[in-house]
């Protein structure tokens, strides 16, 4: 078995990982474990990564470099969750036994949390309730409520982008109106030249209208593919840059509908205002005379 | 013969601020089938609004038109669209085809909107595309085609209706001498072959090769000479005073 030679931060501890010569007896720290039965830990992949650490790897944990430790050996070793609470976080994950944990840190038997399965959401309500009402110095919440407590910030980093994305599609829709007014405007001698030959009103706004429905949906549907393109490339390079499954930008159906959906009416909405200014200008002066 | 055209004490004026233009003063003629009137003029003379009149696309300020037997002077928009539809052939100086649509997609165009079936109007601008000898061009766009051949293509949308009268304005305008001369010799069959045709022109030739010509000055007619291609005497027609050789 490989025996890794290097240091590495763990959490609030300096953990020394050293080389443990295969003879040398490791000190165990749990009760009930044989001496020369090496306790397990799990360790994250970034630090596997930094670390070079594989899954039965021997190391040895201790309060410091240089310190004396237990060696232990990876049985593990984790993906990080995506949450985005720990993107920004720099530092390892490493499970260990709680008395081993103890003992490195130098505390006591102390708990700050803990979590309780309920079966039902009934059962969650009355435990909390119960909790309390009994417990001194304990406060009981439902993880639902923990989780929404914490994503408060995303909430509100939604709200922005909602609003960012608001006011982008109000300035494409400006934007769409004047292209097609420009873009019809330049087909006005068409335009008279189809009422010459005796084409209704009827018929040219609504071949117009079919173009712009027709260019609005390939155009949404391009703009769909190329946010695809970026959200994809976006994922790629933070997913690197923060080590993280995380994904940043997600392109859902939802979206793909609505943009579709409303670049459809946005077509049909400009290019019936273009051509009916149009159908309105006599032939005569749509030639300019 | 039938009258096609009748035009009674045509005027048209146009407002420019306070001042009132006169574009026509008191215009009479009549164009009988199968008839090939060229009318020329300087440029300002009234010529076009004239033909625009003729065209059902303006309303006189007083006087009567008469076109296969119908009053058209005021027809609402959607009654002269019709009209334009079924009655009327439209030649452009420049051509207006519509660039994302074939030759035959073009010349079916107005057959469409005259409600006439895929298969039936399909054979028709086939039938035409050939009469003007683009029967091999079908799909080609109108970018791939020349103007002489552009022009054809109008021509043939133009014909696809089967209207009582042919319209042109300026259709050798765009057109070098080559291409002007063989739309000049297109006109001629097709006018041979019974359409009644009004070809506003600056071109000397394609006047020429009209049965009869129409001289405008100053919104009135100043001339109208039948002429006879066989030796080129020109014969005075209603309002010509003196008889014009040419």
Redesign the interface.
Known sequence: MRVNHRFVCLLLLAVAVRGAPAQQTPRSIARGVPQDAPRSITIDSRLAADASLHVGDRVVVAAGTGEPGDTVVIAAITQRRADPAEIARGEYRVRLHLGQLQSLLGYGDRVDRFAIATPSAGATADAVARINASAFGFQAHRSADVAVETSKTFAVVSRFHRAIGTITIVASAIFLLCIMLLKVDERR??V??????????R?IVGSVVLEAAAIAVLGSLFGVVVGGTASFLVNRHYQAVYRTPLRFSIVTGDIVLLAVALALVLGIVAGWLAARRLVRT???ALFG? | MTAIVEVRDLAREYRMGDERVPALRGVTFTVHQPEYVAIVGPSGCGKSTLLNLLGVIDRPTSGTVSIAGERVDQLDDARATEFRLRRIGFVFQRFYLLQALSARENVELPLAEAGMSTRERRARALELLEYVGLGRRERHRPSQLSGGEQQRVAIARALANRPALLLADEPTGELDARTGAEMIALFERLNRDGTTIVVVTHDEDLARAAKRVIHMRDGTIVDDVRVDPADRRVEPVGLAPEPHER
Do not use: F, K, V
């Open positions: 001698r068409d008279a030249a189809l009422r010459l030959i005796g084409c209704t009103e018929t006599p032939p005569l005379r």
